[in-house]
Each structure stands twice: as structure tokens, then as C-alpha cells.
């Protein structure tokens, strides 16, 4: 187990510095964005630009749609090609079974890009506060500094939303035998909760993890029955 975990999790290192790369990029350069935009607001009866907890519902939310596009794109290389079409009958010969190959590839996958778009996403926020801390652009009474709990648990909850927003659009590549519905699906999935995220993250902080959590045991419990569903088809094949 602990062999194959190691070996699925060597394929994914060529990934972690793109990822890394726009997680860090994606979530400062949207920061700065909308900062900016917020620096010169004039409207009195809108604020959300101008405090840096709504700043940084709203950079996650487009940093997490920026990876789910690419995550897309990886988990379709790395795991759905393997259980559709003629790939498939290559994993019969895995001696622990289909399903054992899944869950390892479904757990590199997790830990490796939990770790790097957490790290990314961390620098670039930590970058940003100190900077807003020395020479702030948005006018605001509030230190930067003071929001960066804030700022870390959103990107928490950004990251277990983006690996389940992930693993949500590969299962359907899977049942739908097609890596283009992985992406089509990512792509309605966005466009289905992007806005409903970035109202939830400029909110209640706690409500919005807890959610963030509990659509991750969804996503569990539907991996479980896909990796069921996939040594279900080994046995009827034998």
C-alpha cells in the first residue's frame, strides 16, 4: 500500500510547481485586482470591496476556479483515462485489484494537491497582508495583519472545495465513460457554485468551513462508490 501510494505520488511531482505557481499567482494578482478596484470605489452602499475579509472570499473563489480547470485536466491524465475505454484492461492486471489502484491514485492525488494549492495560497495571502501592512492601498481602519486567521481558514475551505469540485468532475468522467465530460463538468460545477462560494466566504467564516467539510464526505462517500462500482465491474468480468 504504502509502495503504490509512493509510486502514484511520484507521477504528480512534474505538477507541483504549476499548481503552486497558480495558486500563488491566481490568489495575489486577484487580491491586488480587486483592491485596487475597492481603493477607488465611490459607492457608499456597497463595502464588500472595501474590507479584506470579502477581498479574500473573492480572490479564493477565482483562484478555486482556476484549479478546478486544471485539476480537471490532471485528474483526467492520472486517473480517469485509467477506467475508461480500452485504458481500463490494462488495470486488470494489478494484483491488488482496480478499486486498491484507485483509492491509491485518489489519495496521492488529495494530499499532493491539498498541500501545494495550501502552500500557494498561504504565501501569496501572507505576502499580501504584510504588504498592505507597510504600504496599504485600501483605505480601511482595520490592519491587514489582523485578518490573516481569516485569510487562513478561507483557504482551507478553498482547498476542500477545489479537491472535491475535482474529484466531483473525474467520477463523472468515469461513469459517463469520457475525459471531456470531466471538464464540461468542472466547468458547470463552476459556474453553478462560484458565486454561491463568494458570497459564503465574505460571510459567516465558520458556516462556510463547516459546509466546506461536509461536502467533503460527500465527495468521500461518492469515491467509496466508485471504487465499489470499479471492483464490481473486475468481478463480473471474471
Known amino acids: 500500500m504504502g509502495e503504490n501510494y509512493e509510486f502514484e505520488s511520484s507521477k504528480l511531482k512534474k505538477y507541483r510547481k504549476v499548481i503552486f505557481s497558480m495558486a500563488f499567482l491566481g490568489q495575489l494578482l486577484t487580491l491586488y485586482f480587486f483592491t485596487v478596484i475597492g481603493r477607488f470605489d465611490t459607492a457608499e452602499s456597497d463595502n464588500i470591496l472595501k474590507n479584506y475579509v470579502s477581498l479574500s472570499g473573492l480572490a479564493s473563489t477565482i483562484c478555486m476556479c ?65 504588504m498592505e501592512s ?30 472535491s469540485l ?19 463538468t468542472g466547468i458547470i460545477l463552476i459556474a453553478v457554485f462560484g458565486n454561491i462560494v463568494a458570497m459564503a466566504f465574505a460571510s459567516q ?5 463547516s459546509s466546506a467539510i461536509f461536502i467533503l464526505l460527500i465527495t468521500l462517500i461518492c469515491i467509496k462508490i466508485t471504487g465499489a462500482k470499479i471492483e464490481k465491474d473486475e468481478v463480473l468480468s471474471k
Open 205 to 209: 467564516l465558520l458556516v462556510t468551513l
Open 166 to 184: 475535482i474529484f466531483f468532475s473525474g467520477m463523472a468522467g468515469i461513469y459517463l465513460n469520457s475525459t471531456v465530460a470531466t471538464i464540461v
Open 66 to 130: 482556476i484549479l478546478v480547470i486544471y485539476g480537471s485536466i490532471i485528474i483526467n491524465r492520472c486517473l480517469v483515462k485509467n477506467y475508461i475505454g480500452e485504458d481500463k484492461l490494462r488495470t486488470y492486471l494489478y494484483p491488488n485489484g482496480r478499486s486498491q489502484l484507485f483509492y491509491d491514485k485518489v489519495m496521492s492525488f488529495c494530499g499532493m494537491f491539498f498541500g501545494v494549492q495550501l502552500l500557494g495560497m498561504s504565501v501569496a495571502n501572507i505576502l499580501y497582508l504584510l
Open 134 to 163: 507597510v504600504a496599504p492601498i485600501l483605505v480601511t481602519s482595520n490592519t491587514a495583519l489582523y485578518s490573516i486567521g481569516h485569510f487562513f481558514v478561507t483557504s482551507i475551505a478553498t482547498v476542500i472545495l477545489t479537491i
